[in-house]
């Protein structure tokens, strides 16, 4: 008699909670833009070598080294470089104004092209978020914005830095937790800052962040008001985070020190590809329960008991569950080069899946937190993009940390002018 009334409470209490458990409101992406700078700021691998040269803080063999990675990496001739490296001379005591120059350009480009789509006053924004990982200034970056276009007295700012590349997916993520308690508007930033940030010395680790970072700016407003609904073009379906810097080698994989003549800059290390890897795998296998059909849970989950059965206990890392039973699109961080074929060899993943990385690296290099937007720009511009879909934005970043974005899309892509693709696009893929 006792057990029933206590299962009869704690069926109560159950009734109780669930019924008093405040729901989560669902989150929607109105739209998005991303800064295209302008032609003159284009990095060949003419002014590239130019630039190193009229520095005169590289030896012959520095200089060498960079343009041959350059030539490697996958990157065109159409990137794009901070103002700071198109000063006559090259002043390294005259960087900060540039940064703010730097910063200025692609923020309020990007934040200005967005709220002109979609029409929201800026005294309508709630929450205002800005990444930027190398550049915290003071007044911060969010000043800056709320100075330009006017937001209210009671906007709520936030500045993230040190993120690295997985700021952009990681605003998204704050963003999201934070509408899904209250009715409003969130606007995020992401930029980085490359010009202060030029390494300017003869360790190779850190010279290759040079050849392949450039200069991007993303913005994107979310709203959990669901009367906007019909106007919206994704909705946030989950987010996760997670950290692997308890490891040592994950945690110095892109580390910013000092080289033996103390030049500050950041090292990146030769295990990064190998870390990033098995960070993925840490990452996906928390990601596969919440988005993967039940069918293809079976199906991997029975490969992998069938190979521990036979002993074959090598062959169980090998199995990847098909994340394409769950997904549409990708958009993979391009990272570089060899990181975008690691990651599509780690989770089985084809090349017309990773193309949207692979031409993103191509066309704007490594824009660092605001590149995945890039990616998502790409797939639209194709008109890929149809009602239904669901996308994988994933990112990852110093520390070690990934951050996953999932969107469902609420109606069929269009190409507008404003799209940083929409000059080139028919020019790609390239092989």
């Not at 992406?29 to 190193?52: A, G, K, N, Q, V």
């Not at 599509?344 to 066309?363: C, F, I, Q, Y």
């Not at 892509?413 to 020019?427: E, G, L, M, Q, T």
């Amino acid at each position: 008699m006792m057990h029933l009334q206590l299962l009869a409470i704690a069926v109560i209490s159950s009734i109780i909670f669930f019924l008093c458990r405040r729901r989560r409101l669902p989150v929607l992406l109105l739209d998005y833009s991303c800064h295209l700078p302008d032609p003159e700021r284009r990095c060949t691998l003419d002014l590239f070598e130019y630039i190193c040269l009229r520095s005169r803080l590289f030896n012959p063999e520095s200089s060498s080294f960079m343009t041959s990675i350059f030539c490697k990496s996958g990157l065109s001739k159409e990137t794009y470089t901070p103002p700071y490296l198109f000063q006559p001379p090259l002043l390294l005591s005259s960087k900060h104004p540039l940064a703010i120059q730097e910063a200025e350009e692609g923020l309020f480009a990007a934040v200005s092209s967005l709220l002109n789509k979609t029409d929201v006053p800026p005294e309508k924004i709630s929450h205002l978020i800005v990444a930027c990982s190398m550049f915290s200034p003071t007044p911060s970056l969010t000043s800056m914005l709320v100075r330009r276009f006017g937001f209210t007295n009671s906007v709520k700012t936030y500045n993230l830095s040190g993120m690295g590349c997985s700021g952009g997916t990681t605003c998204i993520d704050l963003a999201t937790r934070l509408l899904s308690q209250n009715h409003g508007y969130a606007l995020v930033a992401v930029t980085e800052s490359n010009g202060i940030n030029w390494y300017f010395g003869n360790d190779r680790n850190m010279l290759i962040p040079n050849c392949i970072f450039r200069v991007g700016s993303a913005a994107v407003l979310l709203t959990s008001d669901p009367t906007l609904r019909d106007s919206a073009k994704m909705e946030i379906l989950h987010t996760l985070r997670t950290h692997h810097g308890t490891d040592d080698s994950a945690y110095k994989a892109g580390y910013q020190m000092e080289d033996a003549d103390g030049n500050l800059g950041i090292a990146i290390s030769k295990d990064l590809v190998r870390v990033a890897a098995v960070g993925l795998k840490r990452h996906v296998s928390l990601l596969a329960s919440q988005v993967l059909p039940l069918s293809e849970i079976a199906r991997y989950a029975f490969k992998v008991v069938l190979s521990y059965m036979m002993g074959n206990r090598k062959a169980i890392a090998l199995h990847v569950p098909d994340f394409m039973k769950a997904f549409d699109h990708v958009c993979i961080h391009a990272g570089g080069k060899a990181v975008i074929e690691a990651m599509g060899k780690s989770l089985r993943l084809g090349n017309d899946v990773m193309e949207p990385a692979r031409m993103t690296l191509h066309r704007f290099g490594n824009t660092s937190s605001s590149l995945v937007f890039y990616e998502l720009a790409y797939l639209e511009a194709k008109g890929r993009v149809k009602e239904g879909d669901r996308i994988w934005m994933l990112a990852f970043g110093t520390g070690f940390k990934a951050c996953t974005i999932v969107l469902r899309v609420l109606k069929d892509s269009s190409i507008d002018s404003a799209n940083p693709w929409s000059h080139c696009v028919s020019r790609y893929p390239i092989s």
